[in-house]
Nanobody
């Protein structure tokens, strides 16, 4: 069992930055690949970024690549999403998730944190 709690969302102007955090419970955090997803009103949830169990490998959606950076600190049981050069279309609820392997399904999900980008 993994419990995930996102934080760091808020309101930011276009071109600004936010750093999202996802705190995970338990002692087996390093056993899970982690991902970030987002869902805008009226749209389907979409993949943003993912990171392997040891942090050696990452994947990004085209919309995020070059602007967002996913990282993890297994000693702190925390995954981060650094979001730079934010655009209004980045506005969404952002969720973190835990899964067995990168690129696979995700078993555990957080409640989400709202990111709003104004212009």
């Amino acid at each position: 069992q993994v419990q995930l709690v996102e934080s760091g969302g808020g309101l930011v102007q276009a071109g600004g930055s936010l750093r999202l955090s996802c705190a995970a419970s338990g002692r087996t955090f390093s056993s899970y690949a982690m991902g970030w997803f987002r869902q805008a009103p009226g749209k389907e949830r979409e993949f943003v970024a993912a990171i392997t169990r040891n942090g050696a490998g990452t994947q990004y959606a085209d919309a995020a690549k070059g602007r967002f950076t996913i990282s993890r600190d297994n000693a702190k049981n925390t995954v981060y999403l650094q979001m730079n050069s934010l655009k209004p279309e980045d506005t969404a609820v952002y969720y973190c998730a835990a899964g067995a392997i990168i690129g696979g399904g995700y078993t555990y999900w957080g409640q989400g944190t709202q990111v709003t980008v104004s212009s």
